[in-house]
């Protein structure tokens, strides 16, 4: 067992996960995230969200960035400050453990891979996490090719996630037909690009799949995410265990 940490745009989610099964241990606790969402703010919330589940051991972080051997190396929906920031050294000093950081979408792939929609699939397989912004995780024969931030590419005169992001219909009113055949443009170019065995699909949003996958035509299988919210604290939990990033 050891504990994943989900660092969001709008939260910081964490639990123990069960590595077995892919199930948390104890229920996940959500607090908001600081505005503005600087490293040492985001360090205690962190902090915080370990205490007060009492857990002393060690830890994976999934945070909203590129990260190279636990430095970030951009910053989405965070503060700009965490660009060029060692936020592993950072946090084991704080924390005094063992911790691992990854990028947020990869962290959700690993364990939709490992556990959820993702099982049985080689070759190439796509995730894509609609919330805030849109991450993306890559899969070629089980092997994670990370930081793929197919969120940040160009895509119709804009970056995809400026016209696909979830939170356009969860905040911003736009319709889940407009936003599905948004979506459905989106995953046309990607299977172009890689043409990936499925394309998964994450976020909080896919608990309501049954209403837009009837606009996707992507030539692939297209399936929700099993793990839903859960799926960036159980992934960031099983990158502390093997060491994968």
């Known amino acids: 067992m050891l504990f994943g ?13 069960d590595l077995e099964d892919g199930e948390l241990t104890r229920k996940r606790l959500r607090i908001p995230t600081p505005h503005p969402a600087t490293p040492d703010a985001v360090y205690d919330t962190i902090a915080r969200v ?12 999934a945070i909203p960035a590129v990260v190279v051997r636990g430095v970030a190396r951009t910053a989405a929906n ?23 950081v990854l990028n947020d979408a990869d962290a959700a792939a690993l364990a939709e891979m ?4 993702g099982r ?19 899969f070629v024969d089980g092997i994670l090719v990370p930081n793929v931030e197919l969120g940040h590419m160009e895509f119709e005169g804009q970056i995809a996630e400026a016209t696909t992001a979830a939170r356009l219909v969860e905040d911003d009113g736009l319709s889940i037909d407009e936003w599905g055949a948004r979506v459905d443009r989106l ?16 976020g909080g949003i896919c608990k309501r799949f049954g209403d837009f996958s009837k606009y996707l035509s992507v030539d692939c299988d ?24």
């Open 5 to 17: 940490v989900d660092v969001g745009g709008s939260g910081i989610k964490g639990a123990p996960v």
């Open 50 to 61: 370990i205490d007060e589940q009492e857990w002393d051991g060690d830890i994976g972080v």
């Open 78 to 100: 965070i503060d700009a400050s965490w660009i060029g920031t060692n936020v592993r050294r950072d946090l084991e000093r704080l924390l005094d453990r063992t911790v691992t």
């Open 114 to 117: 490992r556990y959820g929609a």
């Open 120 to 138: 049985g699939f080689d070759g190439v397989v796509v995730m894509l996490t609609f919330g805030t912004g849109v991450g993306s995780g890559l």
């Open 187 to 202: 995953l046309e170019r990607v299977h172009r690009m890689f043409s990936p065995q499925v394309i998964i699909v994450g």
């Open 222 to 245: 297209v399936v929700p995410a099993a793990l839903r919210n859960d799926a960036g604290i159980v992934g960031a939990a099983v990158a502390a265990a093997t060491a994968a990033i």
